[in-house]
């Protein structure tokens, strides 16, 4: 190989590895903001809250930068099959992961209102619908540096647990409010947390998908496993 011809190859490597790195790196800031966005909710930790808040700029940010870098990598190197697919790819799961990162921070918004009310039940299956969520997007973000599809099928399977969860504290939540109306404004609160959870477990299934797409060349077979079933939920109060 000639040495010009091997020195743009070494080079393009280069800025796949690079590629791969900042969309790594943009994971890991989304990944920490859900998991102290969890924490304020479930713990009513207020600088847990604030951390989130403080760190969603840092997350736009870094999605500029990638698609900057995507860009002049498409215009320049003109990939073809799987190297494009990847680059192209990247763009997709920068947007994915920064939506991820503003549910996130309104979930820890709304934590911060949370904290002036005193809830008269337990948190245990957000707390469950949290940490589901959190597996999700380690193992997606995990997959994406090893180009793992069998990880990315797995989240892709587990989109659906999520979604009886939150089915659950859909009617669990309304409950409440009809129980006793002082619960209406914590509980409205917990409902969207709860549905930007389910959101976050979404994004990280489209992830997974274009993470799919993008290294084996063809869509993952089948419809997605979906479970939300709150858009027919009827919840009446006990008759008398």
Same mark, same amino acid.
Request: hydrophobic fraction near 45%; proline fraction near 4%.
């Given at each position: 190989?000639?040495?010009?011809?091997?020195?743009?190859?070494?080079?393009?490597?280069?800025? @796949?590895?690079?590629?791969?790195?900042?969309?790594?790196?943009?994971?890991?800031?989304?990944?920490?903001?859900?998991?102290?966005?969890?924490?304020?909710?479930?713990?009513?930790?207020? &600088?847990? #809250?604030?951390?989130?808040?403080?760190?969603?700029?840092?997350?736009? #940010? !870094?999605?500029?930068?990638?698609?900057?870098?995507?860009?002049?990598? !498409?215009?320049?190197?003109?990939?073809?099959?799987?190297?494009?697919?990847?680059?192209?790819?990247? @763009?997709?799961?920068?947007?994915?992961?920064?939506?991820?990162?503003?549910?996130? &921070? /309104?979930? &820890?918004?709304?934590?911060?209102?949370?904290?002036?009310?005193?809830?008269?039940?337990?948190?245990?299956? @957000?707390? /469950? *619908?949290?940490?589901?969520?959190?597996?999700?997007?380690?193992?997606?973000?995990?997959?994406?540096?090893?180009?793992?599809?069998? &990880?990315?099928?797995?989240?892709?399977?587990?989109?659906?647990?999520?979604?009886?969860?939150?089915?659950? !504290?859909?009617?669990?939540?309304?409950?409440?409010? *009809?129980?006793?109306?002082?619960?209406?404004?914590?509980?409205?609160?917990? !409902?969207?947390?709860?549905? /930007? @959870?389910?959101?976050?477990?979404?994004?990280?299934? /489209?992830?997974?998908?274009?993470?799919?797409?993008?290294?084996?060349?063809?869509?993952?077979?089948?419809?997605?496993?979906?479970?939300?079933?709150?858009?027919?939920?009827?919840?009446?109060?006990?008759?008398?």
């Amino acid at each position: 190989m000639p040495e010009s011809t091997e020195h743009i190859v070494k080079s393009y490597e280069q800025e @796949l590895h690079r590629l791969r790195s900042l969309i790594t790196e943009m994971g890991g800031l989304v990944e920490s903001e859900v998991a102290l966005a969890c924490q304020a909710v479930i713990d009513r930790d207020d &600088a847990a #809250a604030a951390s989130v808040v403080e760190a969603d700029p840092k997350v736009d #940010a !870094l999605e500029q930068q990638i698609q900057q870098f995507v860009i002049r990598m !498409l215009a320049l190197r003109q990939p073809m099959a799987q190297d494009l697919r990847l680059i192209v790819a990247g @763009l997709r799961i920068t947007g994915d992961l920064e939506r991820i990162g503003d549910y996130a &921070a /309104n979930v &820890a918004k709304r934590s911060m209102v949370l904290g002036q009310f005193t809830l008269p039940f337990a948190l245990t299956g @957000l707390a /469950n *619908m949290g940490r589901l969520v959190q597996q999700s997007l380690k193992t997606v973000i995990d997959a994406i540096g090893e180009e793992d599809t069998d &990880a990315a099928v797995q989240v892709w399977r587990s989109d659906e647990e999520v979604d009886g969860i939150y089915n659950a !504290l859909f009617r669990e939540l309304i409950t409440y409010m *009809m129980e006793d109306p002082r619960n209406i404004t914590p509980c409205t609160h917990l !409902l969207f947390i709860a549905k /930007n @959870l389910e959101r976050i477990g979404d994004h990280a299934t /489209n992830i997974a998908e274009t993470l799919y797409y993008a290294v084996k060349g063809e869509p993952l077979a089948g419809i997605r496993p979906k479970g939300d079933t709150s858009a027919y939920a009827v919840v009446r109060p006990p008759s008398e």
